[in-house]
């Protein structure tokens, strides 16, 4: 039976050679173009800048700021940087002006996470200015510290307390500095910690750290325990050794959720193998950073494992349908494999992210596939395309937009 959700992957597999005709000179014109494409679809009036870094212009102001750090494209650092921060500033008065405060703490939907990333693009502008949205971003922790400050969940990666961690884990990253106090990190991971445990109790739950998410028990990077547990243990110096000892039996009690090198989107629910998820926001391709993480830090060769059957499955039923996006598209898919290559230092994965790099600009890809509402958006869009179209040409420094593990 034809599979719905993916195209047929009839590639040959790795024999030891690299595709020479996916190196700098194709894929630089190929980014450059595809920008030019991002750039002719973003509205003109930026007075509404909704959707955040999801799939609103300020993705585009991220993604622009991402090819600029890139030495392959200095020529273009300059324009790529101003044009980022036009966005960026328009998308910052919106979120000032946003009456939500519990919104203006959100990371891929709100102001949080484009705060975060004014601050990223002024400081690399140069402009001493960068401690004011910086400063922003600092004063939103105390948003979303209570425990149940978001009817909804309160605890997830796009809106919740997951967001706000990463967040602040890729500012001090690209900014070399530290964003929040140690005790403002506490803070936030003891009521990741606290809100996870009481949700398993109430629930009567057999494992101890459980969220949801508008009343769904997601498992997966989107809204799911995966990148909330990958936020933990990323800020894992912060928390006392009983609070590590709940994120490690919860990590491994997610690990043992795994059907055939897959995840399903909701604890509990049977994978359907016709109509499977592989997207980096439900299933596998986004697990994978968490087990990614585990792995770095304890050495466990089961995480490493977990990471590798993803990577196959990833290989099998990852030539999505859904676009060319990096939340249930090609690029999410290809990211696994760079990721892999990080894990493992080899190259048959730089090899599979350059076929998969390559069919996105086959006929049978543009003929076959979904057609986008969000052309230029980071996470649905071309946006996120072109991030992976650049890591791809730097391999060692790869990483999947604004989700950091290497850090
Ligand atoms: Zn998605």
Redesign the pocket.
């Known amino acids: 039976m034809e599979n719905t959700r993916c195209f047929a992957n009839r590639f040959s597999d790795y024999k030891g050679a690299l595709l020479p005709e996916q190196g700098a000179h194709t894929i630089v014109p190929i980014a450059v173009a595809t920008i030019d494409k991002v750039l002719q679809k973003i509205p003109v009036d930026l007075s509404d800048c909704d959707g955040g870094l999801y799939d609103g212009p300020a993705g585009v102001a991220f993604m622009l700021y991402h090819v600029s750090e890139c030495p392959l494209f200095s020529e273009h650092r300059d324009t790529y940087l101003k044009t980022a921060k036009h966005i960026i500033d328009a998308a910052a008065k919106y979120a000032d002006a946003e009456p939500d405060k519990n919104m203006r703490a959100a990371f891929l939907l709100g102001g949080a996470g484009i705060y975060a990333v004014a601050a990223m693009i002024y400081k690399s502008l140069g402009l001493a200015d960068f401690v004011k949205p910086l400063s922003k971003f600092r004063s939103l922790w105390e948003v979303c510290a209570p425990i149940s400050f978001l009817e909804c969940g309160s605890d997830e990666l796009f809106v919740g307390r997951a967001g706000y961690l990463c967040a602040a884990l890729v500012l001090r990253q690209k900014l070399g500095m530290e964003i929040l106090s140690k005790d403002q990190i506490k803070s936030i991971c003891q009521a990741i910690i606290e809100s996870g445990r009481q949700y398993a109790w109430r629930k009567r739950k057999p494992f101890p750290l459980m969220y949801s998410y508008y009343g769904t028990e997601y498992l997966g990077a989107?809204h799911g325990l995966s990148s909330v547990l990958q936020m933990l243990l990323s800020y894992q110096d912060m928390l006392s050794g009983a609070e590590k000892d709940l994120v490690w039996q919860s990590v491994d009690f997610l690990m043992n959720q795994e059907q055939n090198c897959n995840w399903p989107a909701e604890l509990g629910a049977i994978i359907e193998r016709e109509n499977e998820l592989v997207?980096?926001?439900?299933g596998a391709p986004g697990v994978a950073y968490l087990f990614a993480k585990a792995y770095l830090i304890s050495k466990g060769p089961q995480y490493l494992d977990t990471c590798i059957r993803s990577g196959e499955l990833v290989w099998q039923k990852g030539l999505l349908k859904k676009g060319p996006g990096i939340?249930?598209g090609m690029a999410g898919s290809a990211y696994v494999f760079l990721l892999l290559y990080r894990l493992t230092g080899n190259s048959k994965y730089i090899y599979r992210a350059q076929r998969f790099a390559e069919f996105l600009f086959t006929k049978e890809f543009k003929t076959g596939s979904c057609s986008l509402t969000s052309v230029y958006s980071l996470?649905e869009g071309l946006s996120g395309t072109v991030c992976f179209l650049v890591d791809l040409l730097q391999p060692d420094q790869s990483e999947f937009p604004l989700f950091s593990v290497f850090v």
């Open positions: 989107a997207h980096w926001c439900h939340c249930h996470f």
